[in-house]
């Protein structure tokens, strides 16, 4: 558990589960570790603006073309973020890392410092990497990196922080994001292999894929697991369906998919490009499709939180918001469009009032990026990342049809 060194800095990092990253578990050509959730929030936030800004900026890089498009995304200004604990040396020592697949370099010592060992080399290569919300430089280096018991990558290449911002609470980022978002932040290298990549090249597993079981934040059973190589057949409760990544831009840029999405059965937003995003909590969608789902639900805008309220008859009364994406239809119960009423105060909402989290995306239909599947729709469906087939995949978990929230 972390609690922010500095009160006035007032980042609580609120610790949904306080169960440790469990031992890696490999599976057939693939590599599995456990996470935790938590709520990383300052105050009273306005969630939705928090989400707005993220996919601006997202939309700025992408028309200024794909390298411009290629900074870094990270979690470190998401609501609810991920950490797992990793060793890195021999003997290890374990830090406590961000998993951010918005970015790609793997780096520590934002607050624990490093401690060299038999495995460390220093490359003499200089790194820096800038988040938009924070940046950290420094010295790289290649290290073991023990991502869990039984799982070690030989030689990672890792930035030694030796200054950060931004990071209280973490010792830094296990990236997990594509490559190329390493380019340029090294010194002498066009870009770095990542953790992923790694595990590809030694063999540890067959498919540059990452499987990601977000659970609940308010379920009892609050860790999630990634998966390195593929999906977890253990955690689904369908097959995994892939889609391609769109053509679309600015969606392109990232992992874009084409999908409709339907209100109790009526459309709200016709086939379009968006994003699947890990870093940002909501669901977005256009503004245009946002506006009929505000009058169907009879959501009236909370100021504080920038979200939906709606009552508790409308809530009886709310239908399932479901997104075809390729052949398969994947619904949000009314239970999964509300934010989880125990976290309300977390938020700076008022306990008992049920806000809903879908939001308003700041832009009509036809922008080339026109939702997000955030947080609010992963944690209820299982996704698959996949870099070698260019697809990305869902499925349905044990927590689709969860109650609570
Ligand atoms: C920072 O690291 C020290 C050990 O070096 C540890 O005792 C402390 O709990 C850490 N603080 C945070 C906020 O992680
Ligand atoms: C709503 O979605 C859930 C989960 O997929 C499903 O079980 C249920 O039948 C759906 N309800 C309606 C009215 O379609």
Same mark, same amino acid.
């Given at each position: 558990m972390v609690f922010?060194?500095?009160a006035f800095l007032?980042?609580?990092?609120?610790?949904?589960?306080s169960?440790d990253?469990s031992p890696?578990r !490999?599976?057939a050509g693939?590599?599995?570790l456990?996470?935790?959730?938590?709520l %990383?929030v300052?105050?009273a936030v306005n969630?939705?603006? @928090?989400?707005r800004a993220?996919?601006q900026a997202?939309?700025?890089?992408?028309?200024?073309?794909k390298?411009?498009?290629?900074?870094?995304f990270?979690?470190?200004?998401a609501i609810v973020v991920?950490?797992a604990q990793?060793g890195?040396?021999? !003997?290890?020592t374990?830090?406590t890392?961000?998993i951010?697949t918005?970015?790609?370099?793997?780096w520590?010592?934002?607050?624990?410092?490093?401690? !060299?060992?038999?495995?460390?080399v220093d490359t003499?290569?200089t790194?820096?990497?800038?988040?938009g919300?924070?940046?950290?430089?420094g010295?790289?280096?290649?290290d073991?990196?023990h991502?869990?018991t039984?799982l070690?990558?030989?030689?990672q290449?890792?930035g030694?922080?030796?200054?950060?911002?931004?990071?209280?609470g973490?010792?830094g980022?296990l990236?997990?994001g594509?490559?190329?978002?390493?380019e340029n932040?090294v010194s002498n290298?066009?870009?770095v292999?990542t953790v992923t990549? %790694?595990l590809y090249?030694?063999?540890?597993?067959?498919t540059r894929?990452?499987?990601i079981?977000?659970v609940?934040?308010?379920?009892p059973?609050?860790i999630g697991?990634?998966?390195?190589?593929?999906?977890?057949?253990?955690?689904?409760?369908s097959p995994?369906?892939y889609?391609p990544?769109?053509t679309?831009?600015p969606?392109?840029?990232y992992?874009?998919i084409?999908?409709?999405?339907?209100?109790?059965g009526?459309?709200?937003?016709?086939?379009?490009?968006?994003i699947?995003d890990?870093?940002t909590?909501?669901?977005?969608?256009a503004?245009?499709?946002?506006?009929?789902?505000?009058t169907?639900?009879?959501?009236?805008?909370d100021?504080?939180?920038?979200l939906?309220?709606?009552t508790?008859s409308?809530y @009886?009364?709310?239908?399932?918001?479901t997104?075809?994406?390729g052949d398969?239809?994947y619904?949000?119960?009314?239970?999964?469009?509300?934010? !989880?009423?125990?976290? %309300?105060t977390?938020?700076g909402g008022?306990?008992?009032?049920?806000?809903l989290?879908v939001a308003d995306?700041?832009? %009509?239909?036809?922008?080339g990026?026109?939702?997000i599947?955030?947080?609010?729709?992963l944690?209820?469906?299982?996704s698959v990342?996949?870099?070698t087939n260019?697809?990305?995949?869902?499925a349905t978990?044990i927590h689709?049809d969860?109650r609570s929230?």
């Open positions: 922010p060194s500095k007032s980042i609580f990092f609120v610790v949904l589960s169960a990253a890696l !490999p599976v693939k590599a599995t456990s996470f935790a959730a938590r %990383n300052r105050g969630i939705a603006a @928090a989400d993220r996919v997202m939309k700025q890089a992408g028309s200024m073309g390298r411009a498009a290629k900074s870094s990270s979690v470190t200004n991920y950490t990793v890195v040396g021999s !003997p290890a374990e830090y890392l961000l951010d918005g970015s790609s370099n793997t520590l010592g934002a607050n624990a410092s490093y401690s !060299p060992t038999s495995t460390s003499g290569s790194v820096a990497v800038s988040y919300s924070g940046s950290f430089s010295e790289e280096y290649t073991t990196v991502l869990s039984g070690v990558i030989s030689e290449s890792i030694v922080a030796s200054s950060s911002q931004g990071f209280e973490v010792d980022i990236g997990v594509p490559t190329d978002l390493t932040t290298f066009d870009v292999p990549d %790694n090249s030694q063999g540890v597993i067959g894929a990452l499987g079981y977000f609940p934040a308010a379920a059973d609050s697991e990634l998966t390195f190589g593929g999906h977890d057949s253990l955690k689904i409760t995994v369906t889609v990544l769109t679309t831009l969606a392109s840029n992992w874009g084409d999908q409709s999405i339907s209100y109790g009526s459309t709200i937003l016709s086939e379009t490009a968006g699947v890990t870093g909590t909501l669901v977005l969608i503004s245009n499709a946002f506006s009929t789902y505000q169907a639900t009879g959501g009236v805008l100021e504080t939180t920038g939906l309220k709606i508790s409308q @009886a009364k709310l239908q399932n918001l997104f075809k994406i398969r239809a619904d949000l119960t009314p239970n999964a469009q509300i934010w !989880p009423r125990t976290l %309300n977390n938020l008022i306990s008992g009032v049920i806000y989290i995306i700041g832009s %009509n239909s036809g922008s990026l026109d939702f599947n955030g947080y609010a729709f944690q209820r469906h299982y990342f996949d870099t260019s697809q990305v995949g869902f978990t689709t969860d929230n």
